[in-house]
């Protein structure tokens, strides 16, 4: 082990995980590679009902925001994925959610909304389809090859979002706003995905997260459109969580690695990989050194719940940084 290679994952932040949920794609790891159930696929086929709120469940750090943004990049081009924060929101007030979701859809940029088709159509061409990925959405319709998400058409979401906003006063008028506008996307054969990734901030706020679900996510299920939220364990004890579980589309729990060792090295390896950061994993890191790190993620699992995974790589960042501290 180098001086120069410790340096080289330390300056470029290979353990260090991102707080952006569009860099979080790159940082993903699928479940089946780490031996684990294929939880990515069973959000996929959740999310490609095209219908309904969707829960993804685990503990805080566990990768709950990396799962739904690699599996969200990886939909086809039928899916249109719209992040929406909750960050600062009142969100268990359904009207104040819903003006803040169409408000977050027509500011987003043309760039952010054609990016995830361009790269869904190149998938499909890849893959030797000449016609695109045709597929048969619950609303009807079969969709072709092309770029449909034009600076036309996204401007035409923007201004019946900005139409909508003006109107979204009461509850009632408010959730008819919302449908009318998830109805632009079903117009041109697009299923809108409503994306709530950043709860975690609800942990010394438990009444907003069960507001959020008794309220608000039980009005989501009546709409024509997908919502997917980033659950923490913690919440799907409340009470707001119990009373709308019945009706999710999904609950798509995030397990624990069944092999530590083996799915954590993955996980390193693909980080290095993905930094480029050459060399074999053992030279950085010897098995006993690697023993530590997966009973540091293993304790915090709970029966066969995914543990922390965020702590467990800031575990590895300061065993770089002591390395570095002694290797001259």
Excluded at 86 to 100: L, N, S, T
């Amino acid at each position: 082990m180098t001086r120069e290679t410790l340096s080289l994952l330390d300056d470029r932040f290979t353990f260090q995980t991102s707080g952006r949920f569009d860099l979080l794609i790159d940082e993903h790891v699928p479940y089946p590679q780490l031996g684990a159930a294929d939880v990515d696929g069973a959000l996929r086929k959740a999310i490609e009902r095209a219908e309904g709120v969707i829960a993804v469940v685990g503990r805080v750090g566990s990768g709950k925001s990396s799962l739904i943004a690699a599996v969200a990049d990886g939909l086809d081009e039928g899916f249109v994925p719209l992040r929406v924060s909750v960050i600062g929101i009142e969100a268990g007030d359904p009207v104040a959610f819903i003006r803040h979701a169409i408000t977050e859809i027509r500011d987003l940029p043309q760039i952010h909304l054609t990016q995830h088709e361009e790269r869904a159509l190149d998938r499909a061409a890849a893959e030797h389809r000449t016609t695109g990925r045709a597929h048969q959405l619950r609303a009807g319709g079969e969709l072709g090859a092309g770029h449909i998400l034009t600076a036309k058409v996204i401007g035409e979401i923007q201004t019946a979002a900005s139409e909508e906003l003006q109107r979204a006063t009461d509850p009632a008028e408010a959730m008819s706003g919302m449908q009318r506008l998830l109805d632009t996307f079903w117009k041109i054969m697009r299923c809108p995905v409503l994306i709530v990734e950043d709860t975690d901030h609800w942990s010394n706020a438990p009444e907003t997260a069960d507001r959020f679900f008794d309220q608000t996510a039980r009005a989501f299920v009546n709409l024509d459109g997908v919502m997917v939220i980033a659950t923490q364990s913690d919440y799907a004890k409340l009470d707001g969580y119990r009373r709308v579980r019945e009706r999710l589309t999904a609950e798509v729990s995030l397990p624990k690695l069944p092999n530590a060792v083996a799915g954590l090295a993955t996980v390193l390896e693909h980080r290095m990989l993905s930094s480029e950061v050459d060399g074999p994993l053992d030279e950085i890191l010897e098995p006993p050194g690697l023993e530590l790190l997966a009973q540091s993620y293993l304790a915090s699992t709970h029966e066969e719940a995914a543990g922390d995974l965020r702590h467990t790589l800031a575990v590895m960042r300061t065993a770089i940084d002591v390395a570095l501290a002694k290797v001259c």
